[in-house]
Each structure stands twice: as C-alpha cells, then as structure tokens.
C-alpha cells in the first residue's frame, strides 16, 4: 500500500532519488539528509504504515533483523564506537515524517550528539502503580 502524499513512500518506492544502502523486496535503506552522524541511516519498509502501531508484525521483526545485520557492517565499515537505534511515534515523540522509519546511528567518541534522556526520579509507589496502568 503507498499513501500518494507520503515522502517516504516515494523513496522507498523510487519515485525520489535517494543514497540506498540496501534494498530488497520489502525496505530500502537511506542516508538521512540531515545526519545525526556520519552514516545516520533509515530503514524505510515499502508498504506504507505511519508508525510502529500501524506496521504488521513480520515487518516489524524483519526491521530489527535488518537493524542488526546493518548496524553491524556500519559499525565496522565506518569504524564507528557504537551504534543508536531511535524509533519515533507520534510527534509528541519527535516523529516528523508519517511513514514507520528505523533510525541506525552510528556513535563516535565525542560526536557531541546527545540522543540519551535526562532520568527523572519515581517513588516505589508510583512505579507500582504505574505498572498496574500499564498491564490494564
Ligand atoms: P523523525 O523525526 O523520526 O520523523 O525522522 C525523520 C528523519 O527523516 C529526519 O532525520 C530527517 O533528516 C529525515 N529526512 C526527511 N526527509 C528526508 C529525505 N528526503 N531524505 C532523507 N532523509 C530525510
Ligand atoms: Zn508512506
């Protein structure tokens, strides 16, 4: 399925240029055009789904598998020190483009990149009951 008014779609599909690293029949990897780090990537799946809630399960676990075939000839290729993997939903989260997309982000010594959260503090009360909130 391609949704006519999606970017990703049109890349992943052809319709706009792009720097693949890797393609078969159901993704292609891209060179995001405004790189975290050198070598920040996106596996873009060719079906359109906007987000992680919307992509059907063998695709999702066909990502990750991806993710760690990729993340590692990046890694070594690029003689990187670590790899990112950031996957946004909703724009509260900071997703900008509506098409599911995995980012792999190569992490070098003092890239001055700082993806990691700034950690909160929580009681054991509310971790309780915020895992009853979870389960339902
Ligand atoms: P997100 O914020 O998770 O939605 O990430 C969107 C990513 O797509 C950003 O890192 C952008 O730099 C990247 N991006 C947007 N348009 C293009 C494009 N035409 N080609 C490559 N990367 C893109
Ligand atoms: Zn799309």
Redesign the pocket.
């Known amino acids: 399925m391609r949704d006519e008014n999606c970017?990703?779609c049109k890349?992943a599909n052809g319709e706009?240029p792009?720097k693949a690293i890797y393609e078969d029949e159901d993704f292609k990897v891209?060179?995001?055009?405004?790189?975290?780090t050198k070598g920040?990537a996106?596996i873009l799946p060719k079906a359109h789904a906007a987000n992680l809630f919307e992509l059907p399960e063998e695709t999702a676990a066909k990502a990750m598998v991806l993710a760690k075939k990729l993340g590692k000839q990046m890694t070594e290729n690029l003689k990187a020190d670590g790899l990112n993997l950031?996957?946004?939903n909703g724009e509260a989260a900071?997703?900008?483009?509506?098409h599911f997309?995995l980012?792999l982000i190569p992490r070098y010594e003092n890239d001055g990149q700082h993806i990691l959260w700034n950690p909160g503090e929580v009681s054991q009360e509310e971790l309780e009951e915020i895992k009853n909130t979870i389960i339902g």
């Open positions: 970017i990703f890349i706009i792009s891209i060179l995001d055009l405004g790189p975290a920040h996106l950031v996957q946004n900071g997703q900008t483009v509506h997309h980012h």
